[in-house]
T-cell receptor, first 117, second 115 residues
Framework: GAVVSQHPSWVICKSGTSVKIECRSL??????MFWYRQFPKQSLMLMAT?????????EQGVEKDKFLINHASLTLSTLTVTSAHPEDSSFYIC?????????????FGNGTRLTVT | AQSVAQPEDQVNVAEGNPLTVKCTYS??????LFWYVQYPNRGLQFLLK??????LVKGSYGFEAEFNKSQTSFHLKKPSALVSDSALYFC?????????????FGGGTRLMVKP
């Protein structure tokens, strides 16, 4: 079945540094990928919709200059957390739908646990 | 606007007993409904979906869900729970008319199956 690979699975970084998270669709093409953030014991919150070849669409309250999203190809989207701070520590999950779209479900990566010290 | 409610933060059930995880939704049009399961520190795995057709949908690992339009519900069920079913379960909805394909998730329900 469709697989979404997310890398790294976990990362620890120092405050003020930047971290890049990659999301790849391994056996299908995705014009649209979604980035979610999950706080402990809470549901997933959509951060932004990543569109191949164009600017991402950010949800209200999400700083686009802090969470840079690039969707350079039909199989790769990246999320860069710039100048990370401890409050950015969270679990980030990407998802994608097959280019065929329609009623197919979203496929999720395994998530990236970011810890900012 | 679309929304999903999972009224129970946690459901406890003994192994071998039937389980139900509740979900109600609200959309302006017709819904696409999904259930996902999340294991610790992992992404979400797709369990099942309702698009159209039979109200009872069968999915992975023996799970099923029943679409009830009048009650706007999509409860997840399994006849006989396993300890390995213990995880976090998310219900999600997408409005059929939503061109942005955005899913809205419920708050999640933690299922604890005890031996």
């Amino acid at each position: 079945g469709a697989v979404v690979s997310q890398h790294p699975s976990w990362v620890i970084c120092k405050s003020g540094t930047s971290v890049k998270i990659e999301c790849r669709s391994l056996d299908f093409q995705a014009t649209t990928m979604f980035w979610y953030r999950q706080f402990p014991k809470q549901s997933l919150m959509l951060m932004a919709t990543s569109n191949e070849g164009s600017k991402a669409t950010y949800e209200q309250g999400v700083e686009k200059d802090k969470f840079l999203i690039n969707h350079a190809s039909l199989t790769l989207s990246t999320l860069t957390v710039t100048s990370a701070h401890p409050e950015d520590s969270s679990f980030y999950i990407c998802s994608a739908r097959d280019l065929a779209g329609g009623n197919s479900p979203l496929h999720f990566g395994n998530g990236t646990r970011l810890t900012v010290t | 606007a679309q929304s999903v409610a999972q009224p129970e933060d946690q459901v406890n059930v003994a192994e071998g007993n039937p389980l139900t995880v509740k979900c109600t939704y609200s959309v302006s049009g017709n819904p696409y409904l999904f259930w996902y399961v999340q294991y610790p520190n992992r992404g979400l795995q797709f369990l099942l979906k309702y698009i159209t057709g039979d109200n009872l949908v069968k999915g992975s690992y023996g799970f099923e869900a029943e679409f009830n339009k009048s009650q706007t519900s999509f409860h997840l069920k399994k006849p006989s729970a396993l300890v390995s079913d213990s995880a976090l379960y998310f219900c999600a909805v997408r409005d059929m008319g939503n061109a942005g394909n955005m899913l809205t998730f419920g708050g999640g329900t933690r299922l604890m199956v005890k031996p």
